[in-house]
């Protein structure tokens, strides 16, 4: 809202100061502190709010250490960081923006999902929460609506470089065509790194490009459901899920601000996605809710941030990567949420395995997800958290170099 008080006031008044809102540098620094501001001043408030609603944490006993200790301590804690997120983003960013918009709903969507699992763990005393097939409706739906979005929506461009403009008449500016439609997308490593998911279908006959969206829109389901559950998976030990997308939000803030700068869209040979700049103000407010929430979920944790916090940042990670065209990254950048998922899904095939081929199931790990392994090995739960936490800052600069190494 500040975004068009202070356009205003600069238009019509010439105001001192007002024109510093239409630098993103100075949007995103605002939105960064106030957001830090609210998670650390107003998240003690709610934290205090759930433990005198009693809204505390039912603890299974998985004979792990330290486990005991935190039964009763209050969940739902990602209603902080929506809350930190949301308010500096209508404050500070231009909610016109399509990308905006997108992530608002994301948010707000993948929030109630896990607001209401939430729910039904802590008042319905149901330990499962909301039932496995409903939560993968939700996660499938908004994977439908974001896809649908990105593929129709007439804001949703690329500019290409054209090569054969390049002179030395032509500025950085002219020599990126016009906006297109497009579901092209960069392929890491690779010296000819555009990808056009149109072309997985173009073979089938002319003019089926037009039907690209029968393969971009179930990607695009695809990759919300598996980061949103990937999160929520390695949401098990304290500060782990919230330092770690901190890391991977903060890259993906560097490829948002490459991608829609045309001078660096230029120098790095990449897409320049316009309008996608704006992203930096979203992305400024999360860092700065997760960091703020960390404050208080760092070892030992005063509070958990639930499915309410650990969907929404899954939801909000994917979509964001989508937007900037960087899907195929996930698997390096949420390096985390890959091992933490493949973890289970290697435990739970070996054990079945094994079960049927023996009569006895036998266990990879002696616990998974993955983070339970390195706990029952008697690691504390900082180092393990901590050492997570450099493997996530090597593989996010792997992921940065990828933008010069083709």
């Known amino acids: 809202m500040l975004y068009y008080l202070f356009q205003y006031l600069e238009q ?9 809102f239409e630098f993103l540098t100075f949007r995103a620094a605002m939105s960064i502190l106030l957001s830090l501001l609210i998670a650390m001043v107003y998240g003690k408030r709610i934290i205090l709010f759930l433990q005198k609603k009693q809204i ?60 209401v699992d939430d729910y039904i763990k802590i008042f319905k005393k149901d330990k499962k ?41 032509f500025t950085v500016e002219n020599v990126f065509g016009q906006e297109t439609k497009s579901v092209m997308t960069n392929v890491p490593f690779f010296k000819n790194n555009e990808l056009d998911y149109a072309e997985w279908i173009s073979w089938t006959g002319e003019g089926m490009e037009k039907y690209a ?7 695009v389901i695809l990759i919300v459901t598996a980061v949103s559950n990937g999160a929520n998976l390695t949401d098990g030990i304290d500060g782990l899920a919230a330092g770690s997308s901190a ?12 991608s829609g700068n045309i001078e660096f869209s230029d120098y790095l040979d990449i ?40 969907l929404t940042i899954g939801g909000v990670i994917a979509v964001i990567a989508i937007i900037v065209r960087k899907e195929l990254l996930i698997p390096i950048l949420c390096g985390i949420f890959f091992a933490e998922t493949l973890s289970v899904m290697l435990q739970v095939s070996y054990f079945k ?54």
């Not at 019509?12 to 007002?18: D, I, R, S, T, V």
């Not at 930190?84 to 923006?97: C, G, W, Y």
């Not at 316009?274 to 979920?297: H, K, Q, S, T």
Request: glycine letters at 10%; zero cysteines; charged letters at 15%.
């Open 271 to 310: 897409f320049y996605i316009p309008r996608v700049g704006e992203l930096l103000i979203f992305i400024a407010a999360f860092v700065g809710a997760l960091i703020g929430f960390l404050w208080y979920n760092a070892y030992p944790a005063q509070v958990f941030m639930g499915d309410t916090g650990s």
């Open 56 to 115: 505390g944490e039912s603890i299974r006993d998985l004979g792990l250490e330290g486990q005991k200790q935190k039964a009763g301590t209050p969940t739902m804690g990602g209603l902080i960081i929506i809350m930190s997120t949301l308010l500096p983003v209508l404050l500070f960013a231009d909610i016109k923006n399509i990308y905006i918009i997108l992530l608002i709903i994301t948010t707000v969507w993948m929030g109630i999902i896990g607001f």
């Open 12 to 20: 019509q008044y010439q105001l001192p100061g007002a024109g510093l």
């Open 247 to 258: 890391i991977i939000v903060l890259t993906l803030g560097i490829f948002a601000w490459v």
């Open 353 to 406: 395995r094994t079960k049927k081929k023996y009569g006895e199931g036998k266990r990879l790990f002696l616990m998974a997800p993955i983070h339970h392994h390195f706990q029952k090995k008697m690691y504390h739960e900082s180092k393990i958290v901590t050492r997570f936490w450099i493997i996530g800052i090597f593989l996010a600069i792997v992921s940065i170099v990828t933008l010069k190494i083709r």
């Open 129 to 169: 929460g909301l039932k496995g097939r409903f939560k993968i409706m939700g996660q499938v739906s908004l994977g439908l609506i974001v896809g649908a979005i990105l593929y129709f929506h007439p804001e949703v461009t690329i500019k290409e470089k054209d090569s054969t403009r390049i002179t030395q008449s």
């Open 213 to 219: 969206w029968l393969i971009f829109i179930p990607i």
